[in-house]
């Protein structure tokens, strides 16, 4: 029995760390108004439970067939290697739990707590379009480093074999001071619509098809074809903000001139001076002429395209000539699987009307009626407005925001 001490202690060392891989829920002990909803946390441990009873398992071959046998050296050799082998698939099935545990422990701190829940809900508003929402698990939102937002999609592995359960959004901390450009999380979660309706290569086949139709050099139809990542979640943002996607994005891709202007044949984001102007291609394609065009002029007064390098010039001059296309491309072609009609039937554009917009902006009350009844990218549009006509203080429109996220949690 001593010759056995070792595998003894390290079968239970690897049991009891496979069993914890279930138990994420109670070490964390969420309270109740920064907590998960059931649905999010029943996606969460049934993943984590089937990794922790497959190690378990195999845990249980292992020393079942080999362990009263070890004592010969065969039978000992093969059991160091094969315990050796699940000692590194335990600490790699951490990578999943340490994931969580570490992006859920923000939840504690009850204000950003809160404020996450609310951050959650817009999430789940963003794909709750067509039947998405039925066959979709509201994301999970924190708070991480960096300059912009990211995201996990539900469905990619984070271990081989193992699926994320659930999306999960990364959100700059700097959000936190300036919560009307919330919407970013509407453009993360186009990642995840546009996935799951599977329209990713459709829009890039569209674009692509457009654009060798009017002429456009073989270099740009190959860029937009790759952009097109990008620019349908920034069109999907834009379907449920309207014009605040625009003034927003206008904001975030605030950079020095080197990176605006900065374009890659490997990169899926297009240059900022490029990816703004797309928006505001948008806004003309549907309402005309307005606040936009203004936008339009200032952007291109910041960053006048002739300071680039020739060849970065000639790029997005003529890349710009190609934004209308771009816009009827997105709001124009329709889809068979969308009942033949196009991407914009999914929203309520009507909504996002610019003048309504600006004119609850002008005249914001917590305790409008009328507010609380739009939908909440209306209503994150409305804030994002507040911030671009000044009349509010910034500390007015955050703690209103702040307010307002916890109230859209519940």
Request: aromatic share 10%; with cysteine; net charge positive.
């Amino acid at each position: 029995m001593q010759s056995n001490s070792f595998f003894l202690n390290k079968i239970e060392s690897l049991k009891l760390r496979s069993q914890n891989l279930k138990h994420l829920r109670k070490e964390m002990l969420l309270p109740a108004e920064a907590d998960l909803k059931k649905e999010q946390w029943d996606a969460l441990e049934s993943q984590l439970a089937g990794v922790s009873n497959s190690l378990l398992n195999k845990l249980r071959t292992y020393t079942d067939r080999l362990l009263s046998d070890s004592n010969n050296a065969a039978i000992k050799k093969e059991l160091v290697q094969l315990l050796g082998n699940l000692e590194l698939e335990v600490t790699q099935s951490y990578v999943f739990y340490d994931t969580y545990m570490d992006l859920l422990t923000q939840r504690l701190c009850k204000p950003i707590g809160e404020l996450l829940r609310g951050c959650d809900a817009i999430a789940m508003d963003g794909i709750s379009r067509g039947y998405l929402a039925d066959i979709s698990i509201q994301p999970i939102v924190y708070f991480d480093r960096g300059f912009g937002a990211k995201t996990c999609r539900e469905g990619v592995n984070i271990l081989p074999g193992v699926p994320n359960p659930l999306q999960f959004i990364a959100i700059p901390y700097s959000r936190l001071a300036e919560k009307y450009n919330l919407i970013s999380i509407y453009h993360e979660v186009g990642h995840q619509t546009l996935v799951k309706l599977n329209m990713v290569s459709l829009l890039q086949k569209n674009i692509e098809q457009q654009l060798k139709k009017y002429g456009a050099p073989a270099l740009i139809v190959s860029l937009y074809t790759n952009w097109m990542k990008e620019l349908g979640p920034d069109f999907w943002a834009f379907c449920l903000t309207g014009m605040a996607q625009t003034c927003s994005l206008r904001d975030i891709l605030f950079l020095p001139q080197s990176q605006t202007t900065f374009v890659s044949t490997a990169q899926q984001h297009p240059p900022g001076y490029l990816r703004f102007l797309a928006s505001v291609h948008w806004c003309k394609h549907y309402w005309g002429h307005g606040d936009w065009n203004f936008w339009e002029q200032e952007w291109k007064e910041k960053y006048p395209v002739q300071r680039a390098d020739s060849i970065t010039q000639q790029v997005i001059t003529t890349a710009e000539k190609y934004l209308p296309i771009l816009a009827r491309v997105l709001f124009d072609t329709t889809y068979k699987k969308l009942n033949h009609k196009p991407i914009t039937s999914l929203f309520s554009l009507d909504a996002l009307n610019p003048e309504q917009l600006k004119k609850m902006a002008d005249g914001y009350n917590d305790a409008d009626p009328q507010f609380k009844k739009q939908a909440l990218g209306v209503q994150l549009a409305v804030f994002r407005l507040m911030r671009e006509n000044r009349k509010n203080k910034h500390a007015n429109i955050d703690q209103a925001m702040s307010n307002w996220l916890k109230t859209i949690s519940n």
